[in-house]
């Protein structure tokens, strides 16, 4: 289940995600944002539809994901 920063259930919405080469912030390597449907508090979704994930993009020993609901990170 995804919760915000207070431990409040996460809603439908728009998620943007985002690959990292590492876990400070940083400039993504790649980002998507998709309208997400909750069930039961739990999403599912593809990335790479909008914004195609290269595979030099991938092709690292340490990749981070990055989750932004809405505004909030």
């Known amino acids: 289940m995804l ?3 207070t431990g409040a259930l996460v809603d ?3 998620y943007t995600f985002a690959f990292y ?7 993504p390597l790649w980002s998507e944002t998709r309208v997400v ?3 039961d508090r739990l999403f599912s979704t593809h990335l790479g ?4 994930i ?5 092709a690292t020993n340490e990749l981070w994901i990055g989750l ?3 505004s909030d990170a």
Do not use: C
């Open 3 to 5: 919760t915000d920063s």
């Open 12 to 14: 439908d919405g728009n």
């Open 21 to 27: 080469s590492t876990s400070i912030a940083g400039t």
């Open 37 to 39: 449907t909750t069930a």
């Open 49 to 52: 539809n909008t914004n195609p």
């Open 54 to 58: 290269a595979p030099s993009t991938v």
């Open 68 to 70: 932004t609901v809405g």
